[in-house]
């Protein structure tokens, strides 16, 4: 796994060592400590999102159904469009955001999609040209060797234990980070939201209502 580790005995995430901080991420506890979740919940969500996890074999939408299936042995062991558990993917993409281990990723998922789309079509033609597509796929995974994709991966961040804070902490307190950038980038598209209604408003106070004529016969 790149952003967090398995437990052997287990085989869920660790979330014994102190150092590591999967718990000092709210997204994260909120869904550790839910009732409804705990830390089974949060395997599924780890072994969905990471890097490094067997479940990047299937594509995006089947991660969290295959997760389960692994962890507890059904496909609806937990509602994914759970606020709780979206927000908790979505952290966590955020945080082991990696600029090559994404592109390896999305390249792999496409041709992931491409193959699934071979198998669910029968014309010969748009067969021949999903054939070419996955080509050209692979050849842009030509740019990475294993040896690349292992590098990256044995670049862990589950690997860096030398903070001061907790590593996710730690991470999570980097402003450089992905996680950062995306919530600035959020702030300055709400802010200029508020913004354009705020003038919006002041336009229309200012704007003067159309006289009315009042026929004294009546």
């Not at 979740?37 to 999102?49: D, K, M, N, R």
Request: positive net charge; glycine residues 2%; aromatic residues 6%.
């Amino acid at each position: 796994m790149y952003l967090t580790k398995i437990n052997p005995k287990t085989n869920l995430v660790d979330i014994s060592n102190v150092k590591d901080g999967v718990l000092a991420i709210k997204a994260f506890a909120d869904v550790i400590n839910n009732e409804k979740f705990g830390i089974e919940a949060f395997t599924c969500i780890a072994l969905s999102v990471d890097y490094g996890s067997p479940m990047r074999k299937y594509p995006k939408l089947e991660r969290p159904q295959a997760a389960m299936r692994l962890v507890s042995g059904t496909v609806k062991k937990f509602n994914w469009n759970n606020d709780l558990i979206m927000e908790a993917c979505d952290v966590y993409e955020q945080l082991q955001f990696n600029e090559d281990l994404e592109e390896i990723s999305i390249i792999r998922s496409m041709r992931l999609e491409k193959l699934a789309e071979l198998k669910d079509t029968t014309d010969v033609m748009k067969r021949a040209q999903i054939l070419i597509d996955i080509e050209k796929i692979k050849k842009m995974q030509q740019r990475y060797s294993d040896a690349d994709q292992s590098r990256f991966l044995d670049e862990s961040e589950s690997k860096k234990n030398n903070y001061n804070l907790s590593r996710l902490e730690n991470k999570l307190k980097n402003k450089n980070t992905f996680y950062h950038v995306r919530k600035k980038l959020q702030r300055e598209r709400e802010q200029a939201e508020r913004e354009r209604r705020t003038e919006e408003l002041k336009q229309l106070s200012q704007s003067e209502p159309e006289s009315v004529t009042v026929d004294s016969r009546k």
